[in-house]
């Protein structure tokens, strides 16, 4: 039986991204729980449950940040859990809590995304990159995804205008989110994306992720429940699937190919439907190459057949397969534990995406990526289907 299509979501928040938070991070979490009460029409009181994602630096330092922050928010909970699996944090969050409402641990569930990292930064890393990594030079994502996209490159070869495409298509979507960055909300063009600084070669500056500050929310319960109080809009997680340590027991493993070729097929599998019928797709996007990369990953286009899939494809909002429509994380701003591609899903799927709205609401696809590991393939995968009332 899949007990995620007996879970939920009967509402969304987010908080404007900030380049940075001129508010305590406790403030936007209750900003937001503020929004899904009255959203939703729950009392503060029903809810049982809180799931955190544990990728935020502000929380980094801190052993019980889910029960600190319950305190701070005043929950009285039956089921309380933070979810570290980088940026799958989101998604997992969400198979978490339709699992932990269908064992009986809760009825009502906030999942919780707030981060304030640029105003606080408390992370601290012990890790393969530490000591394998920095001390060669090789610091952090941006180096690793350069070396990741010369390999590419070498392999398959590469045409960087279909890259500028993608950020093309992502930037114009940021233009129609109010939420997005202020800063990042510029149209731009393929060759202000090939003009922009290198980085660290060949990633440029618009192939980057910028951090910013932000939270945004999902209250979920059990459909029945939904339905007791009256919800007929909501949205119901219809699969699932995550890998972690992608062929981790390997010596030598092709970095262009993730844990996505696992989960996604586990995802779409229990969702009970095949690719061609995604409607709409919300990868997880740190770097440009690694929409490109999930596109192959999932099977959209086989391996080294990315960038033709992109020329062929209209990704806007109203095209062949609408992506990333709030912006992404690209151009509307790394935030809120890089949920908020999570929750332009559900904003979709609610028929509330206002300029930007899709045409087909049948479902959405949103995807994870979490942690970066040098010379080896993504620390976990992840791969959510979403349906509206399903």
């Not at 005043?74 to 699996?85: A, M, P, R, S, T």
């Not at 978490?96 to 995304?113: K, P, S």
């Not at 391996?303 to 909002?317: L, Y």
Request: some cysteine; glycine content about 10%; hydrophobic content about 40%.
């Amino acid at each position: 039986m899949n007990c995620l299509r007996e879970s939920a979501i009967v509402a969304y928040a987010e908080t404007k991204i900030m380049e940075k938070s001129d508010r305590d991070v406790w403030e936007l979490d209750a900003e937001v729980l503020d929004a899904l009460l009255e959203r939703s029409g729950f009392e503060k009181a029903e809810i049982d449950g809180l799931v955190m994602a544990g990728f935020g630096l502000t929380a980094a330092g801190e052993s019980f940040w889910a029960q600190v922050t319950a305190d701070q928010l005043g929950l009285e909970l039956d089921y309380c859990d933070q979810v570290h699996i980088g940026g799958c944090s989101a998604t997992g969050s969400v198979a978490r809590a339709a699992a932990a409402i269908d064992a009986g641990l809760c009825t009502t569930v906030l999942l919780l995304f707030a981060d304030t990292g640029v105003a606080e930064n408390n992370r601290g890393d012990r890790s393969f990159r530490r000591e394998w990594a920095d001390p060669y030079g090789v610091f952090g994502p941006p180096d690793a995804f350069g070396l990741l996209t010369r390999r590419y490159e070498h392999q398959y070869g590469l045409d960087y205008e279909m890259l500028g495409k993608l950020a093309v298509t992502q930037r114009a979507h940021a233009m129609l989110n109010d939420n997005a960055c202020e800063k990042l909300r510029k149209p731009i063009t393929i060759d202000d994306y090939l003009n922009s600084r290198m980085i660290a070669d060949p990633i440029r500056l618009l192939d980057c992720v910028m951090r910013c500050d932000a939270a945004s929310g999902l209250l979920m319960t059990s459909r029945r429940r939904a339905r007791e109080k009256g919800i007929d809009k909501f949205v119901t997680p219809i699969g699932y699937g995550e890998r972690t340590n992608f062929l981790g027991g390997e010596n030598f493993v092709d970095v262009t190919r993730s844990g996505h070729e696992v989960c996604g097929k586990r995802a779409l599998a229990q969702a009970g439907i095949a690719l061609r019928d995604v409607a709409s797709f919300h990868p997880y996007d740190d770097f440009i190459i690694a929409i490109m990369l999930q596109l192959e990953a999932f099977g959209f286009c086989g391996p080294g057949q990315g960038v033709q899939f992109i020329r062929e494809m209209n990704f806007a909002f109203d095209g062949d397969l609408p992506l990333n429509t709030g912006g992404g994380q690209i151009s509307a701003g790394q935030a809120a534990c890089c949920s908020h591609n999570l929750t332009e899903a559900v904003r979709q799927l609610m028929g509330e995406g206002g300029a930007r709205q899709v045409r087909n609401t049948a479902n959405a696809l949103v995807s994870g990526i979490g942690w970066i590991n040098y010379s080896r393939n993504w620390g976990t995968s992840s791969a959510l289907v979403l349906a509206p009332n399903a």
